[in-house]
């Protein structure tokens, strides 16, 4: 394994920027993982550091849904809570928010169960298509079964919001959230969305 490798990693768990920076620029292997399966974008996004994320999404070789351990960068970001770096890649396109883990676990689902709330509004609020149907692989169990066992009811309300296409309610969301400039892409996902539902 190449010292770049490792030096990349070691940068993006750390936060330092400069020196993530500095490699890119050197043409460091975005995509190479150290000895433990970790690659800069893992990192940064386990780290929440959104400016590292930022940085490496600009590489049009980044491999922006490969997983460790069954785990995308987005599933990570989820799952620590990481909000900067949810809010970053719900805008990207490249990034599949559904991706499960390999126990059947969606990101959702563990930001849900971890009690983070926040992140959970900001998906339900994004107007990207989330998959509330998903379950568990060893239990079967639904993200309202998981989200009933702690208790996580304000979740719960948010998803029902989500599946009756409540457009008021999440509008409500996104204006609390700040995301009032997102407003058109958010009434077209929900007129398509709509449309081949009904239609």
């Known amino acids: 394994m190449?010292?770049?490798?490792?030096?990349?990693?070691?940068?993006?768990?750390?936060?330092r920027y400069d020196k993530v920076k500095e490699l890119v620029k050197g043409n460091a292997r975005?995509?190479?993982r150290d000895i433990d399966g970790w690659?800069?974008?893992?990192?940064?996004?386990a780290n929440n550091s959104v400016d590292?994320?930022?940085l490496l999404l600009k590489d049009a070789l980044i491999e922006i849904n490969a997983t460790i351990g069954g785990s995308t960068g987005f599933y990570l970001?989820?799952?620590?809570?990481?909000?900067?770096v949810v809010e970053l890649l719900l805008q990207d396109e490249r990034v599949d928010i559904n991706l499960p883990s390999e126990d059947g676990w969606t990101p959702i689902l563990h930001a849900c169960w971890n009690g983070h709330v926040d992140i959970v509004k900001l998906m339900i609020a994004s107007g990207r298509v989330i998959n509330l149907q998903a379950r568990t692989?060893?239990?079967?169990?639904?993200?309202?079964?998981?989200?009933?066992?702690?208790?996580?009811?304000?979740?719960?309300?948010?998803?029902?919001?989500y599946?009756?296409?409540?457009?008021?309610?999440?509008q409500e969301l996104r204006q609390s959230l700040g995301m009032e400039s997102m407003t058109f892409y958010f009434n077209f996902f929900f007129f398509f969305f709509s449309f081949f539902i009904f239609h």
């Open 2 to 15: 190449s010292s770049e490798v490792v030096l990349i990693v070691e940068a993006s768990f750390e936060g």
């Open 30 to 32: 975005i995509n190479k």
């Open 39 to 45: 690659n800069a974008f893992h990192a940064s996004c």
């Open 52 to 54: 590292i994320v930022r």
């Open 77 to 84: 970001a989820c799952h620590g809570g990481c909000k900067e």
């Open 137 to 161: 692989k060893r239990s079967g169990r639904t993200i309202y079964d998981k989200a009933t066992e702690k208790n996580q009811f304000e979740c719960i309300n948010l998803f029902r919001a």
């Open 163 to 170: 599946e009756r296409k409540d457009a008021q309610t999440i």
